[in-house]
């Protein structure tokens, strides 16, 4: 069996966004060789998810007000997490929106569904993260 890892740094400038990183995986995959296996990608941030969903920005318009109505930024006195920081808001949207995917590799390609992309969301930026990629397979 192969195996192949790899880290994605990010230092989104704002506090939150949502960047297609399939591309990124994409890249990975043929670096790696391996034509058949499993996928994973996660976030290693506790204020930062990995999903998959459609590559629309209508639709990241309405997460991101989602998400503020679930889990306000502001006030940030107005959870108990928020003693000398300020994201108890990031740690919950990340809860919501997910750690990680998995995905299955088919004769050399994601075999996603046909809008599907894999994005990592940023609940807490303005300094470097990472993602995690590791393929396993052959
Ligand atoms: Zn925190």
């Not at 990031?90 to 004769?107: F, N, P, S």
């Not at 046909?114 to 609940?123: C, D, Q």
């Not at 807490?124 to 990472?130: C, E, F, I, M, W």
Request: aromatic content about 8%; some cysteine.
């Amino acid at each position: 069996m192969k195996h192949f890892r790899r880290e994605l740094w990010f230092d989104v400038p704002s506090r939150r966004a949502f960047i297609n990183i399939t591309p990124e995986i994409n890249e990975c995959l043929e670096e790696s060789g391996i034509q058949n296996g499993l996928l994973l990608c996660n976030a290693m941030h506790i204020t930062a998810s990995v999903f998959i969903n459609d590559d629309e920005s209508g639709l990241h318009h309405d997460y991101e007000v989602w998400l503020e109505k679930l889990a306000p930024h502001e006030p940030v006195s107005g959870y108990r997490h928020n003693v000398g920081e300020d994201n108890a808001d990031a740690h919950m949207k990340r809860q919501i929106m997910g750690r990680e995917v998995v995905v299955a590799i088919t004769e050399g390609c994601l075999d996603l569904g046909t809008w599907e992309r894999i994005f990592y969301g940023e609940f807490d930026g303005r300094r470097r993260k990472r993602v995690l990629i590791k393929i396993i397979g052959e």
